[in-house]
């Protein structure tokens, strides 16, 4: 028995979701001119797909699961199964005009026309603040759009902004947020739900780790119960004696976040040879 998942051709999904493959130890060779490509560890085949085509191919059983972008989803209207968000290929779907438009509010939209890939997702919005625009439903460069005079405002998604910039756009309401989703067939048969599992728990080893670091230090006995209630790790940390009686050795987990703020604290509380390593995966 193997699983199928989809998996967008190209672009940022696609990296993302192979770099995840891939750190999650699932092993897939070959090259996207092919179709279809088998792992060559996990029983798992990788369909690649266009991103618009991913909904569509889960929801009828072409593709077991797939990961596909939340505003792909919403605009195909797929009856697929929610698995998992998997937190990465975040962006926004955003209305935007040129940037030297006096903008007072959404009654600027009323009677203009919107150029956009994502119809269904507008028309919804613009019907729930009653507004009336012309929708030009356009693949590929809508930022271009009005530019060249084929549409008054864009609607598309946006994740740093250059792109709105380089147009002589400006994001002026932003209507949802949108980030990778693996989704999956409502009739998965039990055996193919039980591999999803297997790979379900190797994801989540991998996204525990992100943004921890594996901290050991030597720390003086003296202070030991202040050192251990700055540390914010998942349990106690661990305690070694050194062959010193008046020290010992401390490991934990930190959050890179809060890395620098602690790391200074237990420094100022004698700390020394703080030693930092990444972690890999993390098994909860």
Known sequence: MVLRIAVQSKGRLFDDTMHLLAESDIKVG?????LLVAAQNFP????????????????TGVADIGVVGENELVERGAKAELISRLGF???R?????????????????????????????????????????????????????PGIGLAD???????????LVSNNLREVEIVMHSE?????????????????????FRFEAVRQAEDKKYVRMNAPKARLQEIINVLPGLKSPTIIPLADDDWCSVHTV???????????????????????????????
């Open 30 to 34: 070959g090259a996207r001119r092919t």
């Open 44 to 59: 798992l085949e990788v369909l690649y797909l266009r991103d618009d085509d991913i909904p569509q191919s889960v929801a």
């Open 89 to 91: 290929s975040q962006c």
């Open 93 to 145: 779907l955003s209305l935007a005009i040129p940037k030297e438009v006096d903008y007072k509010g959404l009654s600027w939209f009323e009677g203009k026309t919107i150029a956009t890939s994502y119809p269904v997702i507008l028309q919804k919005f613009l019907d729930e603040h009653g507004i009336s625009a012309e929708i030009h439903v356009i693949t590929g460069s809508v930022e271009i759009s």
């Open 153 to 163: 405002a864009i609607f598309d998604i946006v994740s740093s902004g250059s792109t």
């Open 180 to 200: 990778a989703l693996l989704i999956g067939h409502p009739g998965m048969v039990e055996e193919k739900r039980s591999i999803l599992q297997q790979m379900l």
């Open 254 to 284: 930190l959050d890179q976040k809060r890395f620098w703020e602690i790391i200074g604290q237990l420094k100022e509380l004698g700390a020394q040879g703080i030693l930092v390593t990444p972690i890999e995966k993390m098994i909860l």
